[in-house]
């Protein structure tokens, strides 16, 4: 999810869900140890519950990154054992790293030796051609002795060579069994699937198995369904809450970053998946999009775009009053963390 779920992305998703943990993007411990701190840790006190995810395999980085984190208010600290991209195998993190569990502990326990919040690991069930369930099984239980009791398991392996880490995402086949092989062996650890859900129905098939569900790109964009996770899986009651009313409050916060010198349309960009499923989505999106309208207020652009809705929904066939009025519950819902 890197240049994705960056602090206004986090933001407009927490506005459709209060308790869902959201995640930043990786962040390597070179960027945070020689580079621009606030750029990279800097968020909204409105994106709590929030992990950082950090990129590295060098157990002092990770521990002064870590420590950093907690220093600014993060509520989790997350290493990346999952991401394939050659990029990232050069220094040496990511998914490669599964392939040396006890380099692994060894970093998580320096990050649990210095901070309070939970260190947590994300990976996948395998690297290459491995599929025996022992290699995955005996990482978990290396990097478990560490310390760690929270895994967030992919469920495809990762293939280091060959293909791109987008084909990464859609050509090793998901095994899921493997992660509810993983809840069984370990039931004392937290355990959390990752990798091709989509839909609400789905979710709650793998909550019968696995302890957590995290998504991703489906999320992002298709954000819309959200609204309906407190509901559904916190148990808290319907939020009541519209997509005028979400649009409104992203209006108001691309207003706020406007008048402290950043464009708002690196806000607006996370939020043109808001109204699939209406009639009038597209042109609503091509307003939004429109290069010629980014010297405009988002207030502004928010009117037009929402005319350019109303007319298109007139034009469908639809009463133009009733577009606003669709709710989660009439969309397939997503899940992400």
């Known amino acids: 999810m890197m240049d994705w779920t960056d ?27 020689h580079g621009d701190v606030p750029r990279h840790l800097d968020f909204n006190h409105e994106e709590h519950p929030l992990a950082l995810q950090l990129g590295g395999s060098e157990p002092a980085d990770l521990a002064a990154c870590a420590r950093l984190g907690e220093q600014w208010g993060y509520d989790e600290i997350n290493l990346n054992c999952g991401c394939p991209s050659e990029r990232v195998q050069r220094g040496s993190f990511g998914a490669c790293l599964m392939a040396e569990p006890q380099l692994v502990a060894d970093g998580v326990k320096a990050m649990c030796d210095v901070v309070s919040v939970p260190v947590t690991v994300k990976h996948r069930i395998g690297i290459d051609k491995v599929e025996s369930y022992d290699f995955v099984r005996d990482f ?21 060579k060959g293909i791109s880490p987008k084909e990464n995402r859609e050509l090793p086949p998901l095994r899921y069994d493997t992660v509810h092989r993983l809840k069984r062996d370990f039931p004392a650890l937290t355990i959390v699937l990752n990798g091709g859900i989509k839909t609400a129905e789905q979710i709650d098939e793998q909550l019968t198995q696995v302890d957590g569900v995290m998504l991703g790109r489906e999320p992002y964009h298709h954000p819309w369904p959200m609204a309906d996770w407190d509901r559904r899986f916190f148990g808290d009651a319907a939020s009541g809450i519209d997509r005028d009313g979400v649009e409104a409050a992203m209006v108001a916060y691309m207003e706020r970053i406007a008048a402290d010198g950043e464009p708002w349309s690196r806000a607006s960009r996370h939020m043109m998946g808001l109204r699939d499923g209406q009639p009038g989505a597209r042109r609503w999106r091509q307003v939004w999009s429109d290069h010629r309208l980014k010297s405009w207020p988002a207030s502004a652009v928010s009117a037009e775009a929402r005319r350019a809705l109303a007319s298109a929904a007139v034009s469908a066939g639809f009463d133009p009053g009733q577009v606003a009025s669709t709710t989660p519950n009439s969309a397939s819902a997503n899940a992400t963390a």
């Open 7 to 33: 602090r206004h992305c986090r933001y407009l998703h927490r506005l459709l869900s209060t308790h869902t943990r959201l995640y930043t993007e990786m962040v390597t411990t070179g960027a945070l140890l």
């Open 140 to 160: 978990v239980g290396t990097v478990a002795m560490a310390g760690c009791s929270v895994f967030i398991v992919h469920a495809r392996n990762a293939w280091l």
